[in-house]
């Protein structure tokens, strides 16, 4: 991705967001989002994507072995929550005060 421009998500740390696509796609289940990294434009999805690591023994971890962590995924894959309709939403952007604030398309609140 160019260094240019930076993208502009909707999507942010702590939103409630559900995957549309994908092998952990479920329109019903909202998980939360624990990670945005936005010069790759993924994100990391609590229990989406779960990978298996393999680690050697270290000073942190004496023990090594296998751990189970999440991996990223395209932010195009997953799309957020709106906790009053319980479905899943389409962002719009809007000034309020001077204050830069999204708005859920489908109840039409400040999220």
Same mark, same amino acid.
């Given at each position: 991705m =160019?260094?240019?421009?930076?993208?502009?998500?909707n999507i942010?740390?702590?939103?409630?967001?559900?995957?549309?696509?994908?092998?952990?796609?479920d329109l019903?289940?909202?998980r939360?989002v624990?990670?945005?990294?936005?010069?790759?434009?993924?994100?990391v999805v609590?229990?989406?994507n779960?990978?298996?690591? @393999?680690t050697?023994? =270290?000073a942190q971890?004496?023990?090594?072995g296998?751990?189970?962590k999440?991996?990223p995924v @395209?932010?195009?894959?997953?799309?957020?929550w709106?906790?009053?309709k319980?479905?899943?939403?389409k962002?719009k952007? =809007?000034?309020e005060?001077?204050k830069l604030?999204?708005?859920s398309?489908? =109840?039409?609140?400040?999220?």
């Amino acid at each position: 991705m =160019s260094t240019r421009f930076t993208p502009k998500f909707n999507i942010k740390k702590g939103d409630t967001v559900v995957v549309i696509a994908g092998d952990d796609k479920d329109l019903k289940k909202p998980r939360k989002v624990l990670k945005v990294i936005v010069e790759k434009s993924r994100v990391v999805v609590e229990g989406v994507n779960i990978i298996t690591k @393999h680690t050697k023994p =270290s000073a942190q971890n004496t023990k090594g072995g296998i751990i189970k962590k999440e991996a990223p995924v @395209h932010i195009s894959n997953v799309m957020l929550w709106d906790a009053k309709k319980s479905a899943p939403t389409k962002i719009k952007r =809007s000034r309020e005060s001077g204050k830069l604030v999204r708005i859920s398309k489908k =109840s039409g609140e400040v999220i």
